[in-house]
């Protein structure tokens, strides 16, 4: 029983702010599921580029800034029925409680306006959940010296307290432990209008995250749950965090799943809810820090790990579905109403550009992260964090080991990137644990895999490898040395590198099919193929928030052009691959950090056609079949022009295509850049771009694709770039191009041949029907045919004044 | 050291021992419970049971002795995969507190390859051996497995449960601790006695509902405990939790049958019929009500299981019967379950009520 | 201040358990009608209704009695029977046993003007009643048959009950 008088769906979409995070995937599976529902999805969005494979769904695409104001003119204009805010980040639910009672009838699906104003302002937050009987963190701001002093008695200590100036700015929060601490703080001279803010210190408690979706039938169910290696202190997407929690017994899980629910009861949240708490394993005490009523970082994590379908399930809820009544696509029911079994780890390490040690605290820092999936904490670890090829943990080693006990101590007590390692070391010199987990709120069972880690690396260096410790490294993830090929398959050995469906057998997870795999240890091997011949794409680690945008999308049409091309793709990914939903019954997609599915040989390797890599640095050139997609760099000059050409072309090693154009020219100080103007290029300009194309790929003999950019240079074109492989342009093409090429590329992989003698216009054609407009690189128009070339003719004119000058 | 868990088909599945190192044979069920390993090993329904427990990192969250759901251990050994080697609450390690519960546990097993044996092939026999030659498979599969779990069990006294409110007479087939701390929660005046116990000597304790609770094993080898049931469900409301319910069922001509697939999952979605609400619960049963024997009879379906459709809790449709399979005294699993105990409370007092009203007339 | 006394869960389940009594005290609910008192106790007879439809398979009849045509404008509490004028029913009552159901149970006053409205549309086998809560204070010689809750309640409190189809959400307070 869905909500029958929603027909039309305004949705908040993604800012460019890099702060935000990449849901590009949870925002194809919202709207796909729409548009099979035969809703009519609206979008506002800053950069249309950024909605990539999405960008066809939708009815009406608004390019505008994200701000209230904006999504206020569209609502009055348009009317929608309502709004989908849970894919638009933070951002959107500012918007939502901005909209308070100004856009009539209009809902909002998903986060209700108080629940959206309680993310932001923290006394709602606190008289909300205060209300609802759900432990939260007591606060106090007052210049009353009776009101702190009752408050500071009631709470007890541990506190935190800070000096709030007239002028809205705040001294920092210092910690209060005792008495005599106290007397200093409030001994401080206060300046007029101070108020002086009070609360209960939780410095050092566990953090956690649990996610739960809940229907309007006031059905919930607990999707995952999430904890933080180190402690509250530090920004949970800079911890490093592990799914499922593992250290909450059985009466804690309970405690914090009941208070979840009757959190997003409080709210009346219909969709997702992930709720953050502090817990005090000493204590027991426990309080609910946050709650994001959105889809997330989180959700998206929990999607990796559970492989339960949370953005689709929770637009359907949004909808009215019931829990046990959804849909995986039109006409294929599923049911949402199961607490995803995992039977193991997944682990989120979070990523710094620099090799440098950060110190860490309340604000995040970090730049990416990194998932590995395994079977116990020792496997994930290994895996991550302290996988030597992406920390270069060795060298950290290394430089730990020069300091002395004091300054090692010192870096105990200030937390950075760098603390698994600190901590390695400081137990290599023997520090207590139980000290350790003190100071550093880590958990026990942390230093304990830790411990265990050291024991047996011990082992290694002391050379005293034998059947059974190679088993022991295999099993705890420790690989690179070619371990995994010491073992036989004898019936005696207990582990050995197999790869294993991410899938947990239960009867809740019967029915929703995946084929994601990830490689470990094991005695069986679950990797199932079909007859066809596949296509293997092997996609590096990446951390920026645009590649990863870009390798979603380049992914998602690879394999969406190999299967419908009759092959089986194959994605072996550093890290996983989370396929938009609609993809995820047709790729197999095997998490390796340690790249050993080939030494694996799971794959034969007469059924694989072609590898196509993406990263930068191939590790088998020699083999045929190897197709590199990252650009390399083959020309460079140094000539910069006002007015200028990228084409990007693709080519059999004979014939070439070049279906997308873009054009890029200064006018009265500001740039101009307009995609597509393949169709609009005069035959002169066409046949000198062709020439110059032909020239350069003469001695190209293979499938390639290739970007150019070429200048304009005393009224002819001058190629200033070229680039062997794709560059991040494929994303400032227009979209049906790069499709375009992608597909063309998995066919002439294949063998076929681009036809021989094509006219020019073909070999510039060109799908699109709209075209982008972008100004100064941060401003974005859609335009129709006349408008593309009303303002093409109108740059051109320009331009053309200009040279006459 | 290297040991062996060998399944009575013949499969070997070797791992390193800790805990007692005899050698131990039991019934192999694979548990998907989230948590509760403490209520898991000493629950009496898993008697007889060496239980695979298919998480990761089994143990990180401590060992809590108040968990417990008896006063000993019950099942003969432990499966795992990794285990935690530090609690979080600095409580004993996993693996030295079942060496102290003197239980053979191996550990380093491939628990998904294990699980995905049993969905195919069904649950087993299995051992915990130090060789995997043929003779020790032969060992497996010629030994029988004990009828009497139950027996086991069930205690031979019957001991009170003293409070103020109703009187509830619990007949413990395998009593879970967790059962009575529902009751105790509800003021509820118990009385707990042998599974074997008389209808006569049932009655002669004044109950004002009688529960059978959950146990280990097939229900028709208590064949006593179906005529009680027989006799009681005429004058008592009556409630029926795991084994109970299903006794309760062959009692009124129905038929059970094993699950293809077990319930072993600590958190297993339960619709209730009447309303579509869905509630999240603690399972742990391997048979289940044939649907065609309750369809044509005097019970309707009041629970349904909805991931794949088994009968979950039934209800008479004119006498004050009602049985759950699940657990809904969770220990452990979500607690969504607890209103079971309020509806049989209900039951029981709807029950009075009207015996009070026709008192009245009479 | 309003109290919530009674929160969504527990209606349900009051719901719940009010239909396993019909139930258990009907063998054979093949004759059974369901007549809701405006407002509120009709979303009680359709939860009733959905909840037999679900666990028998047997689609019941409701019809919905309006009694206070003219007095929409006063709270349940206080209606005043002098005015009650009946609507006519749309289904046949002749012969049926009719399950009168209303959200609170309080003077009676309100179920004595139903029935006298129920006789005057037909003759009904039997007349039953169910309510969500019974608070007390009867001032008629009348006996729900099937009760929600027994609320124990002073003259001078009002009960609010909140259900979802007309409030938003299912509960009820004392004020």
Not at chain 1, 70 to 98: C, E, M, Y
Not at chain 2, 203 to 229: C, M, V
Not at chain 2, 323 to 346: C, S, W
């Amino acid at each position: 029983m869905e909500l029958n008088d929603i027909h039309t769906i305004l949705i908040i979409g993604p800012t460019t702010s890099d702060k935000n995070v990449d849901l590009s995937t949870a925002l194809y599976d919202t709207v796909d599921i729409l548009h099979q529902l035969g809703y009519k999805t609206w979008i506002i969005v800053e950069d249309p580029t950024l909605l990539l494979s999405s960008g066809v769904f939708f009815d009406r695409t608004i390019v505008e800034k994200v701000t209230g104001d904006n999504v206020l003119k569209f609502v009055q204009k348009f009317h929608p029925d309502a709004i989908l805010p849970i894919v638009g980040d933070r951002n959107a639910l500012g918007i939502i409680s901005s909209l308070n009672g100004k856009i009539g009838t209009t809902r909002v699906l998903g986060a209700t306006y108080a629940a959206s104003l309680a993310t932001f302002k923290r006394e709602l937050f606190i008289k909300r959940l205060n209300k609802a009987n759900l432990p939260v963190i007591n606060f106090i701001s007052s210049d009353d010296e009776t009101e702190i002093y009752d408050f500071i008695r009631s709470i007890g200590f541990p506190i935190i307290a800070r000096r709030r100036y007239s002028n809205r700015h705040s001294s920092g929060w210092t910690n209060i432990n005792n008495l005599f601490e106290l007397d200093n703080f409030m001994a401080l001279e206060d300046i007029d209008d101070t108020k002086i803010e009070i609360e209960r210190s939780i410095r050092g408690f566990s953090e956690y995250s649990f996610t739960i979706v809940r229907d309007r039938f006031d059905n919930s169910s607990l999707i995952g749950t999430i904890e933080d290696i180190e402690p509250i202190g530090i920004h949970h997407l800079d911890s490093n965090l592990i799914s499922p929690a593992i250290s909450l017994n059985d009466s804690k899980l309970q405690r914090l799943r009941n208070y979840s629910i009757k959190l997003a009861r409080a709210f009346n949240i219909v969709g997702v809810c992930t709720v953050h708490f502090a817990y005090n394993h000493v204590t027991n005490e426990c309080f609910i820090t946050e709650f994001i009523p959105r889809l997330s970082e989180e959700t998206k994590f929990l999607e990796y790990a559970t492989s339960y379908p949370v953005a689709t399930a929770v637009v359907e809820l949004c909808l009215g579905y019931h829990l046990d009544k959804l849909q995986l696509d039109a006409g294929n029911p599923f049911n949402g109403a199961t607490e995803p079994f995992v039977d193991h780890i997944t682990s989120r390490f979070p990523q710094w550009e620099t090799d440098e040690q950060k110190y860490l605290g309340p604000s995040k820092t970090s730049n990416s992260s990194i998932v590995v999936n395994g079977f116990s904490l020792e496997e994930v670890l290994n895996k991550g964090a302290l996988n030597d090829k992406l920390n270069n943990n060795f060298d950290r080693y290394n430089k730990l080991r020069k300091l002395d006990d004091d300054e090692l101590f010192e870096k105990i007590i200030h937390p950075t990137n760098w603390m698994l390692d600190v901590l390695l070391e400081a137990m290599r010199r023997n520090f207590e644990k139980p000290v350790l987990s003190e100071i550093t709120g880590i958990n026990l069972p942390y230093l304990a895999t830790l411990q265990n880690i050291i024991d047996n690396s011990l082992i290694i260096r002391e050379g005293e490898i034998d059947g059974n410790n190679v088993e022991r490294m295999v099993e705890m993830g420790v690989k690179g040395v070619g371990h995994s090929k010491l073992l036989l398959d004898s019936s005696d050995i207990v582990t050995k590198s197999v790869v294993k469906s991410k899938r947990a057998i239960s009867v809740a997870n019967n029915k929703y099919d995946s084929h994601n795999y990830f490689v470990t240890s094991g005695i069986t091997n679950e990797l199932e193929l079909s007859d066809r011949k596949k296509i293997v794409v092997r996609t590096p680690i990446i951390t920026s928030k645009t590649d990863i945008m870009i390798r979603q999308f380049v992914l998602f049409q690879l394999v969406k052009s190999i299967d419908q091309n009759g092959l089986e793709p194959i994605i072996v990914g550093r890290e996983p691959w989370n396929a938009p939903l609609a993809m995820r019954q047709k790729v197999i997609e095997i998490d390796d950090p340690h790249m050993e599915m080939k030494a694996l040989k799971l794959i034969p390797d007469d059924s694989i056609l072609n590898i196509i890599d993406l990263s930068k640095n191939l590790i088998d050139s020699g083999d045929d079949r190897v197709f590199q997609f990252s650009p390399q760099e083959i020309k460079n000059i140094d000539l910069t022009g006002d007015t200028s050409l990228r084409v990007m072309v693709i080519t059999d090693g004979n014939n070439f295509l070049a279906p997308s154009v873009i054009f890029r020219t200064k006018k009265d100080n500001h740039l101009y850049e307009v995609s597509s103007v393949n169709n609009f290029m005069t035959a002169k300009d066409r046949a000198e771009v062709a020439q110059l194309i032909k020239e350069e790929l003469a001695d190209e003999k293979k499938v390639a694709i290739y970007n150019f950019e070429m200048v304009e240079n005393n009224n002819h074109w001058l190629v200033t770039k070229k680039y062997r492989g794709m560059t991040n342009d494929i994303i400032r093409h227009e979209l049906a191009s790069s499709v375009h090429v992608l597909d063309t590329l998995v066919k002439l992989l294949l063998g076929n041949k681009i036809d021989e003698d094509l006219p020019l216009e073909k070999v510039f054609n060109n799908f699109d029907e709209d075209y982008l407009l972008t100004i100064d690189d941060k401003r974005y128009k859609l335009l129709d045919k006349t408008g593309i070339i009303d303002s093409l003719s109108d740059l051109r004119d320009h331009g053309k004044q200009k040279n006459h000058h | 050291m290297k040991r062996y868990l060998i399944l009575e088909d013949g499969t070997v599945f070797p791992g390193e021992g800790f805990g007692s190192s005899i050698i131990t044979t039991g019934q192999l069920v694979i548990s998907n419970n989230r948590t509760g390993i403490e209520q898991s090993v000493t629950d009496p329904n898993t008697e007889g049971q060496i239980i695979a427990f298919t998480i990761p990192s089994v143990g990180s969250s401590g060992i809590n002795r108040d968990f417990y759901e008896s006063i000993n251990s019950q099942c003969k050994g432990v499966v795992i995969g990794s285990s935690s080697l530090s609690t979080v609450d600095s409580s004993v390690s996993f693996e030295d507190w079942i060496t102290g519960l003197k239980i053979p546990g191996i550990k380093g097993v491939d628990v998904r390859a294990l699980s995905k044996h049993i969905s195919e092939h069904g649950e087993m026999k299995a051992s915990i051996m130090d060789t995997h030659d043929e003779h020790a498979i032969d060992q497996i599969k010629a030994l029988v497995l004990p009828p009497d779990l139950v027996k086991r069990v069930s205690t031979r006294q019957s001991y009170p449960n003293p409070n103020m409110g109703l009187k509830i007479v619990i007949v413990d087939l395998g009593l879970k601790y967790s059962i009575l701390r529902q009751l105790s929660y509800r003021d509820c005046n118990s009385i707990i006695v042998n599974y074997n116990s008389t209808a006569e000597e049932i009655e002669n304790l004044h109950p004002d509902g009688i529960i059978f609770s959950n146990g280990p094993g097939d229900p028709q080898d208590i064949p006593n405990a179906i005529k009680t049931i027989q006799i009681l469900q005429k004058k008592h409301p009556v409630l029926g939790i795991g084994l109970g319910n299903l006794l309760i069922a062959l009692a009124n001509d129905c038929k059970i049958e094993k699950l293809k697939e077990p319930h072993h999952e600590s958190s297993l979605a339960v619709k209730e019929v009447a309303s579509g609400k869905i509630d999240f619960v603690n399972h742990n049963h391997s048979y289940t009500l044939d649907q065609k024997y309750i369809g044509s009879s005097d019970f309707i379906v009041t629970n349904i299981c909805v991931a794949d459709g088994t009968i979950e809790g039934i209800r008479h449709e004119y006498l004050p019967i009602m049985g759950v399979l699940f657990e809904p005294e969770a220990a452990p699993g979500p607690t969504d379950g607890y209103y079971v105990f309020d509806e049989f409370i209900d039951l029981i007092e709807s029950v009075k009520k009207q015996e009070g009203a026709r008192d009245q007339w009479n | 201040m309003a109290k919530e006394i009674i929160d969504g869960q527990t209606m349900t389940r009051a719901l719940t358990r009010i239909t396993y009594e019909i139930i258990e005290r009907n063998k054979g609910i093949d004759d059974l009608v369901l007549v809701g008192i405006k407002t509120r106790g009709v979303f009680v007879a359709h939860r009733i209704e959905s909840r037999l439809k679900q666990l028998e398979n047997i689609k019941i009849p409701v019809a919905e009695l309006d009694i206070t045509p003219y007095r929409d404008d006063k709270t349940h509490d206080e209606k005043d029977i002098t005015n009650i004028k009946a609507e006519p029913l749309n289904i046949d009552i002749n012969n049926k046993h009719v399950i009168l159901t209303d959200d609170v149970l309080y003077t009676g006053r309100t179920i004595r003007a139903a029935m006298d409205a129920l006789m005057s549309a037909g003759r009904p086998k039997k007349i039953s009643l169910a309510v969500l809560v019974d608070r007390g204070h009867r001032e008629l010689p009348i006996r729900a048959d099937f009760v929600g809750k027994n609320i124990p309640t002073s003259q001078k409190e009002k009960i609010k009950v909140s259900m979802k189809e007309i409030d938003g959400e299912d509960k009820i307070e004392i004020e």
